[in-house]
């Protein structure tokens, strides 16, 4: 019998979380199912999944019409359906949690993305969110903006697990780490314990590519030697980041208790690429991959788990040696990812208010 290629990558040290929460993946036991046959290990959330999740289904109907006679207003709706589903599922995971001591069985809730470059409304903002939630094993996100530094260092220092979202450069890979290592530091210093707080920085993969391929593919159109660099380079700046984000990774754990990297945006965008692309190419020790539905599904039926992560870190190098030479800015490029990253959960986030306001509107 052939093994299911989710559950062979634990051997390689690999945890695979689910970029996907609904009400009835809780209620229906699917979630318990993919813990059982896939290996599941944890799940992420974020406005644009939980707008699909709200607006595309009748889940969450009745507790909707119970909060409406209760005069609750859009914001409280909102809160007290993503908190219910973000705690539910983490009971489900829990007894994973305790088995693992603290290295998997965590569900993710985002902080306002409205809050992404303001500091200290972000830091209430987590506080409350785990005050609420109450859960041990949940990550608050917090997106990787300059204004998200802080907030990052002070919530670890605080004792609040945090998964950092909406990272695409290195750059801003290094400036994470080190204000998790800082945050720990923060905390040995007031004699609190450095575990069992908890923290992984998830470098967002796919549209990265979607943004610079493009550029590549002009640069190839017109022929000549950077022709010949682009197409070498062409669809292979992604992996090159994250095999580079992972031996920044290696060195920090080498000294401190580990902030683990999780691969995020690895649904494949193009479809002239393999549907599991982000996922073969990143399989290593210590590490997360969060995946969508349709990824998590590609990979079950045709994966080919291999350790593959540190192969080829020289060829990784070589596309960042070589793309100025094309007049390509990486550090531009991540920045306008991060931002439209930012705005694209905040409109997530709006959208999904102004569905609530409607269904409550509708229940009247």
Same mark, same amino acid.
């Given at each position: &019998? ?13 945890? !695979?979380? *689910? ?29 644009? !999944? ?13 507790? $909707?019409?119970? &909060? ?15 908190? @219910? ?9 829990? #007894?994973?949690?305790?088995? &693992? ?14 809050? +992404? ?5 972000? %830091?209430?903002?987590?506080? @409350?969110?785990?005050?609420? *939630?109450?859960? =041990?094993?949940?990550? $608050?996100? /917090? ?8 907030? !990052? ?22 400036? /994470? ?10 905390? !040995? ?22 943004? $610079?391929? =493009? ?6 159109? #017109? ?34 208790? +580990? ?16 549907? /599991? ?7 290593? =020790?210590?590490? /997360? ?6 990824? *998590?599904?590609?990979? @079950? ?31 531009? %490029? ?8 930012? +705005? ?21």
């Amino acid at each position: &019998m052939k093994i299911n290629p989710l559950k062979k990558l634990t051997t390689f040290g690999q945890s !695979i979380w *689910l970029d996907y929460i609904k009400r009835d993946l809780i209620t229906s036991d699917k979630l318990k199912q993919l813990i059982t046959d896939d290996d599941l290990r944890g799940i992420t959330s974020n406005p644009s !999944i939980f707008e699909k999740a709200i607006a595309e289904s009748d889940d969450y109907a009745d507790a $909707i019409a119970a &909060m409406m006679k209760e005069g609750k207003d859009v914001n409280t709706v909102y809160e007290t359906l993503t908190q @219910r589903d973000v705690r539910d599922a983490a009971d489900e995971f829990r #007894q994973l949690y305790n088995r &693992m001591e603290g290295k998997d069985g965590y569900v993710s809730l985002e902080v306002n993305p409205h809050l +992404a470059h303001d500091t200290e409304g972000t %830091i209430i903002e987590a506080r @409350r969110l785990w005050k609420a *939630l109450d859960r =041990p094993n949940v990550f $608050i996100k /917090v997106p990787a903006t300059l204004e998200g530094l802080p907030a !990052i260092k002070q919530l670890i220092s605080e004792g609040i697990n945090v998964n950092v979202t909406l990272l695409f450069g290195l750059d801003r890979y290094r400036a /994470v780490a080190e204000a998790y290592q800082t945050g720990l530091a923060a905390r !040995i210093t007031q004699k609190q314990p450095p575990q069992p707080v908890a923290s992984v920085a998830s470098f967002f993969l796919s549209r990265i590519d979607t943004l $610079i391929d =493009p550029m590549l593919e002009k640069i190839i159109t #017109q022929g000549g030697d950077k022709a010949l660099i682009a197409k070498k380079i062409h669809g292979q700046v992604a992996i090159a980041s994250a095999k580079v984000a992972y031996e920044i990774y290696q060195k920090a754990a080498k000294e401190t208790q +580990a902030q683990r990297l999780l691969w995020a945006s690895t649904s494949t965008k193009n479809p002239a690429y393999s549907d /599991v692309k982000y996922v073969e190419a990143l399989i290593g =020790p210590n590490t /997360v991959n969060t995946l969508p539905v349709e990824t *998590l599904d590609a990979y @079950r039926d045709h994966g080919d788990p291999k350790a593959r992560l540190q192969d080829d870190a020289d060829k990784a190098h070589w596309v960042f040696q070589h793309l100025p030479e094309l007049g390509i800015d990486i550090n531009k %490029i991540t920045q306008q990812l991060e931002d439209e990253g930012v +705005a694209k959960f905040i409109q997530s986030f709006d959208q999904l208010i102004t569905t609530l306001e409607k269904k409550l509107k509708d229940k009247k």
